[in-house]
C-alpha cells in the first residue's frame, strides 16, 4: 500500500505557474507509475499527466500539452507537476495517484489503485 499527499495548491492568476507536489509513503515508491488527475466542480474527473516507474516515460492530456511537465523524485518518493500558462478554466481538485504497472491505461482513473486527497487549485480571471 502507498499513502499519498498533494501539496501546492493555491489561488494565482490566469496564465500564471504552479508546480504540485506529491509525498509518497509506504511500499516502495519505485514500484508505482504515477499519475495527476483533476476535478472541477459539477465535471467528471479528469486525466491531466501520467509517467512511468523510471521517469522515462511521460503521457499528458492534450489540453496541457506544452504547458504541464510531470516528473519525480524517486529519492525523495516525489511526483510534480510543474503547471504553466494556467487558465480559469483549469480551476479543480488535483489528484495524485498510483498505478500498478501492471494496469496499462495510463490515462484512465481506473487504473489507479490509491488516490491523495487532493489540493485545490484555482486560476482567477
Known amino acids: 500500500q502507498v499513502h499519498l499527499v498533494e501539496s501546492g495548491g493555491t489561488l494565482v492568476q490566469a496564465g500564471g505557474s504552479l508546480r504540485l507536489s506529491c509525498a509518497a509513503s509506504?511500499?516502495?515508491?519505485?514500484?508505482?507509475?504515477m499519475g495527476w488527475f483533476r476535478q472541477a466542480p459539477g465535471k467528471e474527473r479528469e486525466f491531466v499527466a501520467a509517467?512511468?516507474?523510471?521517469?522515462?516515460?511521460?503521457y499528458y492530456a492534450d489540453s496541457v500539452k506544452g504547458r504541464f511537465t510531470i516528473s519525480r523524485d524517486n529519492a525523495k518518493n516525489m511526483v510534480y507537476l510543474q503547471m504553466n500558462s494556467l487558465k480559469p478554466e483549469e480551476t479543480a481538485v488535483y489528484y495524485c495517484?498510483?498505478?500498478?504497472?501492471?494496469?496499462?491505461?495510463?490515462?484512465?482513473?481506473?487504473?489507479?489503485?490509491?488516490w491523495g486527497q487532493g489540493t485545490q487549485v484555482t486560476v482567477s480571471s
Open positions: 509506504g511500499r516502495a515508491f519505485t514500484a508505482y507509475a
Open positions: 509517467i512511468t516507474t523510471s521517469g522515462g516515460v511521460t
Open positions: 495517484a498510483a498505478r500498478d504497472p501492471a494496469m496499462t491505461a495510463p490515462t484512465r482513473g481506473e487504473s489507479y489503485g490509491y
